[in-house]
Protein backbone atom coordinates (compact mmCIF):
# COMPACT_ATOMS: atom_id res chain seq x y z
CA UNK A 1 0.00 0.00 0.00
CA UNK A 2 1.39 3.20 -1.04
CA UNK A 3 0.53 6.69 0.52
CA UNK A 4 1.02 10.02 -1.11
CA UNK A 5 0.45 13.65 0.20
CA UNK A 6 -1.70 15.88 -1.29
CA UNK A 7 0.81 17.83 -4.17
CA UNK A 8 1.47 21.31 -4.22
CA UNK A 9 3.09 24.03 -5.98
CA UNK A 10 4.57 27.16 -4.03
CA UNK A 11 5.58 30.08 -5.91
CA UNK A 12 7.45 32.36 -3.46
CA UNK A 13 9.11 35.88 -4.05
CA UNK A 14 13.13 35.49 -4.31
CA UNK A 15 13.45 38.05 -1.16
CA UNK A 16 11.42 34.98 1.17
CA UNK A 17 13.06 32.14 -0.39
CA UNK A 18 15.84 31.27 2.31
CA UNK A 19 14.45 32.13 5.47
CA UNK A 20 10.78 29.99 4.06
CA UNK A 21 11.91 26.80 2.71
CA UNK A 22 10.92 24.81 5.23
CA UNK A 23 7.56 26.67 5.67
CA UNK A 24 6.59 26.97 1.76
CA UNK A 25 4.08 24.00 2.62
CA UNK A 26 2.54 25.26 5.47
CA UNK A 27 1.39 28.36 4.11
CA UNK A 28 0.45 27.50 0.60
CA UNK A 29 -0.78 29.97 -1.80
CA UNK A 30 -0.32 32.85 0.98
CA UNK A 31 2.35 35.37 -0.45
CA UNK A 32 2.29 33.00 -3.52
CA UNK A 33 2.72 34.56 -6.67
CA UNK A 34 1.68 33.83 -10.40
CA UNK A 35 4.10 31.48 -12.17
CA UNK A 36 7.18 33.37 -13.94
CA UNK A 37 6.71 33.21 -17.83
CA UNK A 38 9.64 30.90 -18.21
CA UNK A 39 7.42 28.54 -16.01
CA UNK A 40 5.56 26.90 -19.23
CA UNK A 41 6.61 23.51 -20.88
CA UNK A 42 7.29 25.28 -24.35
CA UNK A 43 10.07 27.29 -22.43
CA UNK A 44 11.37 24.44 -20.22
CA UNK A 45 11.40 21.50 -22.45
CA UNK A 46 14.13 23.32 -24.47
CA UNK A 47 15.81 24.66 -21.30
CA UNK A 48 19.47 24.45 -20.16
CA UNK A 49 19.20 23.30 -16.66
CA UNK A 50 22.19 23.62 -13.97
CA UNK A 51 21.81 20.95 -10.87
CA UNK A 52 23.58 22.44 -7.64
CA UNK A 53 24.80 20.61 -5.06
CA UNK A 54 22.01 18.72 -3.29
CA UNK A 55 21.35 19.37 0.29
CA UNK A 56 20.03 17.12 2.90
CA UNK A 57 17.75 19.40 5.64
CA UNK A 58 16.19 17.72 9.30
CA UNK A 59 18.01 15.35 11.47
CA UNK A 60 21.79 14.99 10.15
CA UNK A 61 22.04 11.98 11.89
CA UNK A 62 19.37 10.29 10.70
CA UNK A 63 21.95 8.11 8.13
CA UNK A 64 25.90 7.55 8.59
CA UNK A 65 27.86 9.86 6.80
CA UNK A 66 28.94 7.18 4.11
CA UNK A 67 24.84 6.86 3.61
CA UNK A 68 24.80 10.98 3.52
CA UNK A 69 27.36 10.59 0.97
CA UNK A 70 25.87 8.66 -1.23
CA UNK A 71 22.24 9.75 -0.60
CA UNK A 72 23.55 13.01 -1.93
CA UNK A 73 24.86 12.05 -5.14
CA UNK A 74 21.62 9.99 -6.01
CA UNK A 75 19.87 13.48 -5.93
CA UNK A 76 22.03 14.91 -8.09
CA UNK A 77 22.15 12.24 -10.36
CA UNK A 78 18.35 11.19 -10.05
CA UNK A 79 16.80 15.08 -10.67
CA UNK A 80 18.87 15.72 -13.67
CA UNK A 81 18.03 12.55 -15.34
CA UNK A 82 14.61 12.79 -14.21
CA UNK A 83 14.02 16.44 -15.62
CA UNK A 84 15.89 15.06 -19.04
CA UNK A 85 13.24 12.14 -19.28
CA UNK A 86 10.49 14.78 -18.89
CA UNK A 87 12.32 17.17 -21.46
CA UNK A 88 14.21 15.18 -23.54
CA UNK A 89 15.24 18.52 -25.55
CA UNK A 90 16.17 19.93 -22.34
CA UNK A 91 20.57 20.10 -21.70
CA UNK A 92 21.91 19.40 -18.15
CA UNK A 93 24.89 21.73 -17.83
CA UNK A 94 27.70 20.81 -15.87
CA UNK A 95 28.73 24.17 -14.77
CA UNK A 96 26.68 26.56 -12.11
CA UNK A 97 27.62 29.66 -14.57
CA UNK A 98 26.24 28.20 -17.64
CA UNK A 99 24.44 31.48 -18.83
CA UNK A 100 20.43 31.59 -18.77
CA UNK A 101 20.02 28.10 -17.14
CA UNK A 102 17.67 27.50 -15.18
CA UNK A 103 18.93 26.33 -11.33
CA UNK A 104 17.98 23.58 -9.60
CA UNK A 105 18.83 22.45 -6.52
CA UNK A 106 17.15 19.44 -4.70
CA UNK A 107 16.22 19.19 -1.10
CA UNK A 108 15.35 16.34 0.79
CA UNK A 109 13.93 16.90 4.60
CA UNK A 110 14.43 14.10 6.55
CA UNK A 111 12.21 13.18 9.74
CA UNK A 112 13.74 13.29 13.33
CA UNK A 113 13.55 9.04 13.09
CA UNK A 114 13.15 6.58 9.82
CA UNK A 115 10.67 5.49 10.86
CA UNK A 116 8.45 3.49 8.42
CA UNK A 117 5.44 5.87 9.34
CA UNK A 118 7.19 8.63 8.87
CA UNK A 119 7.87 10.75 6.11
CA UNK A 120 10.50 12.38 4.44
CA UNK A 121 9.68 15.55 1.82
CA UNK A 122 11.99 15.47 -1.78
CA UNK A 123 11.79 19.39 -3.48
CA UNK A 124 13.01 20.98 -6.32
CA UNK A 125 13.87 24.39 -6.33
CA UNK A 126 13.88 26.16 -9.59
CA UNK A 127 15.68 29.22 -9.86
CA UNK A 128 14.69 30.64 -12.97
CA UNK A 129 17.03 32.83 -15.31
CA UNK A 130 15.05 36.19 -14.61
CA UNK A 131 15.11 35.05 -10.71
CA UNK A 132 12.25 33.76 -10.10
CA UNK A 133 11.91 30.93 -7.52
CA UNK A 134 9.57 27.85 -8.10
CA UNK A 135 9.72 24.73 -5.36
CA UNK A 136 8.39 21.87 -6.46
CA UNK A 137 8.02 19.27 -2.97
CA UNK A 138 5.96 16.39 -2.14
CA UNK A 139 6.12 14.16 1.03
CA UNK A 140 7.10 10.05 0.96
CA UNK A 141 6.57 7.72 2.95
CA UNK A 142 9.44 6.27 4.32
CA UNK A 143 8.14 2.75 4.46
CA UNK A 144 7.72 3.57 0.23
CA UNK A 145 11.14 4.87 -0.36
CA UNK A 146 12.58 1.97 2.02
CA UNK A 147 10.72 -0.91 -0.54
CA UNK A 148 12.29 1.10 -3.69
CA UNK A 149 15.54 0.87 -2.33
CA UNK A 150 18.47 1.79 -4.71
CA UNK A 151 16.02 3.73 -6.84
CA UNK A 152 13.97 5.90 -4.12
CA UNK A 153 15.54 8.79 -5.12
CA UNK A 154 15.05 8.04 -9.08
CA UNK A 155 11.31 7.42 -8.24
CA UNK A 156 10.78 10.49 -6.09
CA UNK A 157 12.62 13.18 -8.81
CA UNK A 158 11.04 11.30 -11.15
CA UNK A 159 7.09 12.03 -9.62
CA UNK A 160 8.43 15.24 -8.79
CA UNK A 161 9.24 15.96 -12.62
CA UNK A 162 5.79 14.68 -13.34
CA UNK A 163 4.11 17.56 -12.47
CA UNK A 164 6.29 20.14 -14.40
CA UNK A 165 4.49 21.99 -16.71
Known amino acids: ?10 LLPAALLPASLMLAGAFQGVGAQ ?5 WSRAALSSATFVILDPQIQGNPSAVSAQQRQGVLEAMKRDSAGAIKRRYPNAV ?3 GPTAPGAVQVKPVLVTPSVLAPWNTLTAQLEFRMPAGNNVI ?4 FGVLTLWQKQAEAANYMYDVLAQRLP
Not at 1 to 10: G, I
Not at 34 to 38: F, M
Not at 136 to 139: A, E, F, G, I, Y
Open 136 to 139: LKQD
Open 1 to 10: MTLTAPRSLT
Open 34 to 38: AAPAS
Open 92 to 94: IAT
